[in-house]
């Protein structure tokens, strides 16, 4: 059984910065694909993220440039560095695993590819 605990966010000013964790807990190391992803009220979740276990990132075009997703397989942990924050990110963030999607196209961003999910946590940014 797979288990994620996020932990992070918050709320900040426009321009600032908060980072994201997400502390994996049971099979993790036969997750393939780590990533995050964002919910605002009335929206499709959206995918934001994602790393595969040889390194290579994908990342959502309004996020390019300011995000960076990480992780320390020593720890199990995924990470998401949020720079440049601005209002329009202001979402519930999930992160998510699984043990395979194919890279191709950008599926990898698609939530419907992944099975295990965390609690989710708020991010706001203010103008």
């Known amino acids: 059984q797979v288990q994620l605990v996020q932990s992070g966010g918050g709320s900040v000013q426009a321009g600032g910065s908060l980072r994201l964790s997400c502390a994996g807990f049971g099979l993790t190391y036969s997750m393939d694909i780590m990533g995050w992803f964002r919910q605002v009220p009335g929206k499709e979740r959206e995918g934001v993220a994602v790393?595969?276990?040889?390194?290579?990132?994908m990342y959502a075009d309004s996020v390019k440039g300011r995000f960076t997703i990480s992780q320390d397989n020593a720890k199990s942990t995924l990470y998401l560095q949020m720079n440049s924050l601005k209002p329009e990110d202001t979402a519930m963030y999930y992160c998510?695993?699984?043990?395979?999607?194919?890279?191709?196209?950008?599926?990898?961003?698609?939530?419907?590819?992944?099975?295990?999910w965390g609690q989710g946590t708020q991010v706001t940014v203010s103008s």
């Open positions: 790393i595969r276990s040889d390194g290579r990132t």
């Open positions: 998510a695993a699984d043990p395979f999607i194919a890279w191709i196209g950008l599926s990898p961003l698609s939530p419907r590819e992944y099975n295990y």
